[in-house]
């Protein structure tokens, strides 16, 4: 089963895509993780990707496409992935549709979080994230146990670079002009599933993992 996580920045795509993992046993495939990744490998791919994600812009669909075809060519992608910020742009769809369609497969269902601007201003503000698990914390909405440090890996939790004030408006900018038309895009060929992504995690999980289940028990999947 392939779904897609779609949603502006903080909208909780990470978080939930962790969650929807440990429900149905599917690699989440991040593409800001592959990127950052890549970064801290200092490859040339990861200098190429900085220079826009330190603008808080998109990275070029040619660099993201093919980096995210290398992924999902893995042997732990072929029964599905949780698409985490990929496909961002209407491009990055219509490849995502040609990669899994020459392995006889679609994507099965596109999660959509909806969250109001101010509110994704207040999350991107507070957010803390583990180096090894990727975990996001927030300093008001989800706090660590010990401030700073991970439950889980006991490292020190960072602020991503851009999630910093300047870059934060522009990446929902972004979002609405290159990022938003997704919808449409899936809402049109009848796999969209909207859900109110300023519930509690929790309930945005439940409401997740409903959809999903109502789409696999369908046959679709
Ligand atoms: P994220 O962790 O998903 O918020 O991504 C962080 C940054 O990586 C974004 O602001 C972009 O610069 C870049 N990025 C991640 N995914 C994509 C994508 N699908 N297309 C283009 N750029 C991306």
């Known amino acids: 089963m392939d779904l897609v996580l779609l949603g502006a920045p903080g909208a909780g795509k990470g978080t939930q895509a962790s969650l929807l993992g440990e429900v149905f046993?599917?690699?989440?495939?991040?593409?800001g993780d592959l990127f950052r990744a890549a970064l801290a490998n200092q490859t040339e791919l990861g200098r190429?990707?900085?220079?826009?994600m330190d603008r808080g812009e998109l990275v070029p669909d040619e660099v993201t496409i093919a980096m995210v075809a290398e992924r999902i060519a893995e042997p732990d992608c072929a029964q599905g992935v949780i698409f985490d910020g990929f496909p961002r742009t209407v491009a990055q769809a219509q490849a995502l549709d040609d990669l899994l369609a020459r392995q006889g497969r679609r994507v099965d269902l596109v999660l959509y979080m909806r969250v109001a601007t101010p509110v994704l201003l207040e999350r991107l503000a507070g957010r803390w994230t583990c180096p090894q698990c990727g975990r996001v914390y927030h300093r008001v909405y989800s706090p660590e146990q010990v401030q700073g440090v991970c439950d889980d890996c006991h490292v020190a939790l960072y602020q991503r670079a851009d999630d910093t004030a300047e870059t934060q408006s522009r990446r929902i900018a972004v979002y609405l002009e290159q990022t938003a038309p997704l919808q449409d895009y899936y809402r049109a060929k009848g796999l969209l599933a909207?859900?109110?992504g300023e519930q509690t995690i929790e309930a945005v999980h439940r409401a997740l993992v409903e959809a999903v289940r109502a789409v696999s028990a369908g046959g679709a999947a």
């Open 194 to 196: 909207e859900v109110d």
């Open 25 to 31: 046993p599917l690699p989440r495939v991040s593409s």
């Open 48 to 52: 190429k990707a900085k220079v826009y």
